[in-house]
């Protein structure tokens, strides 16, 4: 397999995408604290069970086992998600139009050409605005619009 070949596999889906003459301005990325979520989802039921271990009592023991082992299947259910959507998700502006890509096993994408985008809306909680995170919601003409999720810096993407 040449070069070009294995360039082209590693390729993102807007990269594979792109049109003649067509270029990418903006990418956008998912900010440090999705990740931090997905982590915390899966370490503190770990922390819990790892406690529950300490336990004096057999019974109470054996119970917070239980339940420490069930927080933590819930955990790993939500990790995975959380990263795997992470991981499958792509968000990006070329010259020529808006897109978001969504799917591991599937393809699902959202495009807009830009002279039909309207409106682009970003909100921000107090916590994105310290840390730099928010969604944005692209408003097309009629009634379609996309919410991207929190993304990092996204007043800049916008």
Not at 23 to 46: D, E, G, N, Q
Not at 89 to 118: D, M, P, Q, Y
């Amino acid at each position: 397999m040449g070069a070009q070949s294995r360039g082209r596999a590693h390729m993102s889906y807007i990269q594979k995408s792109l049109g003649d003459g067509e270029t990418i301005v903006a990418l956008a990325r998912f900010h440090w604290w999705y990740s931090v979520k997905a982590w915390l989802a899966l370490l503190v039921p770990l922390a819990l069970l790892a406690s529950s271990l300490g336990e004096a009592e057999p019974i109470t023991r054996q119970a917070a086992m239980f339940g420490g082992l069930a927080l933590l299947a819930i955990g790993v259910v939500v990790f995975l998600r959380l990263m795997i959507h992470k991981r499958s998700t792509e968000i990006g502006v070329t010259s020529h139009r808006f897109v978001k890509k969504t799917g591991f096993l599937s393809l699902h994408t959202n495009e807009f050409a830009l002279a039909n985008i309207e409106g682009v809306r970003v909100t921000q909680s107090l916590w994105g605005k310290l840390w730099g995170y928010g969604r944005l919601r692209i408003e097309g003409t009629g009634d379609d619009s996309y919410e991207i999720p929190n993304i990092a810096d996204p007043v800049g993407f916008r």
